[in-house]
């Protein structure tokens, strides 16, 4: 399929097959992922300069629209450029722009609409915010999915720099990011990112193969990807204790999550079977980051008015 391609909307379209192409374009589940810890972010800052979400509820909205929306069109932007090896790659064949239920036209618009209108609502909030998430726009649209995604395994790490600013937009919504626990907060998530993708590589290796996606494993091997899943894991292990202010509680279960973690990444080097244990990364990763933020914000509800 090529870039000028004329499909567009039908009419006709089934309004639940509409809803199920929007929740593909947006990468609905990633998309979620990328809120929660804009919404820590924020939630965190509340709690570290003694105020109150009522009177911040305002800005909330426009931190959490306009962080959503920057995130929606950097995503929809990834789905209109990928379109080629989308077509080849089991996992996003039912994207629409593979099955041509929008046009490549359209979705280039919606990503530069929604690109655009996050920006300025972010602007309404700080400069400062506003600059976190056009960095993590310009990572992940032109230097990951442009530059890197094809042509070296850096764009993990590339792609992780991305998606780890969020926290640091909802926090400097409110006040300047040169703060340890939003900082921290950046860290987990850069490095978490990188176990988490590997581990999805593995997942689908024939498919990121055919595609000719330069990750990792495919470039060179599982045993090296392995290795390099257990090193990053180990660095989250210190993190926990850099939040102390946050208090015992979330320090013990953060680490006692990095050492299950930890454990099962280890596990990796005598499993028979790589598959069965890169899903068993993959489901504990996914829940690991849901616990940690979530954690984060319960531990500090009492506070916050």
């Known amino acids: 399929m090529k870039k000028d ?3 567009v909307i039908s009419p006709q379209q089934n309004p639940n097959t509409f809803l199920s192409d929007l929740k593909e374009l947006f990468k609905a589940v990633v998309l979620i992922f990328n809120v929660l810890p804009v919404f820590a972010g924020f939630w965190l800052a ?9 009177a911040n509820w305002e800005l909330f909205l426009l931190t959490m629209a306009g962080s ?28 629409p722009t593979v099955t041509g239920n929008l046009s490549l036209k359209a979705v280039l618009m919606m990503g530069i ?28 649209v032109f230097l990951y999915t442009m530059w890197s995604k094809r042509k070296y395994t850096l764009n993990t790490v590339i792609g992780s720099v991305s998606g780890a600013v969020t926290p640091l937009i909802g926090w400097a919504a409110l006040n300047p990011a040169n703060h340890t626990v939003p900082i921290i907060m950046f860290l987990i998530l850069f490095i978490w990112q990188i176990p988490h993708t590997f581990v999805i590589a593995i997942r689908k290796y024939d498919e ?18 392995k290795r390099q899943t257990v090193i990053y894991i180990a660095c989250l292990l210190p993190l926990p204790f850099y939040l102390a202010s946050l208090g015992t509680t979330f320090m013990v279960i953060a680490t006692l999550l990095n050492i299950g973690w930890l454990t099962l990444g280890i ?3 005598f499993t028979k079977d790589d598959l069965d244990w890169a899903n ?20 500090t509800v009492p506070s916050i008015g």
């Open 5 to 7: 391609d004329k499909t």
């Open 46 to 54: 509340l709690y570290f300069t003694n105020s109150t979400f009522t």
């Open 68 to 95: 959503t929306c920057v995130m929606a069109g950097a995503l929809i932007l990834n789905n209109w450029y990928d379109v080629d090896i989308d077509t080849i790659m089991e996992r996003t064949k039912n994207r």
């Open 113 to 140: 609409i929604f690109s655009v209108v996050g920006l300025i609502l972010l602007l309404f909030t700080t400069i400062e915010a506003a600059l976190y998430g056009f960095i993590g726009w310009f990572l992940y």
């Open 208 to 225: 990121y193969k055919a595609a000719g996606v330069a990750m990792l494993p495919v470039v060179h091997g599982l045993a090296i990807t």
């Open 267 to 269: 596990s990796g080097f």
């Open 280 to 299: 068993k990364m993959f489901l504990y990763s996914v829940n690991y980051l849901m616990i940690i933020f979530v954690v984060m914000i319960i531990v």
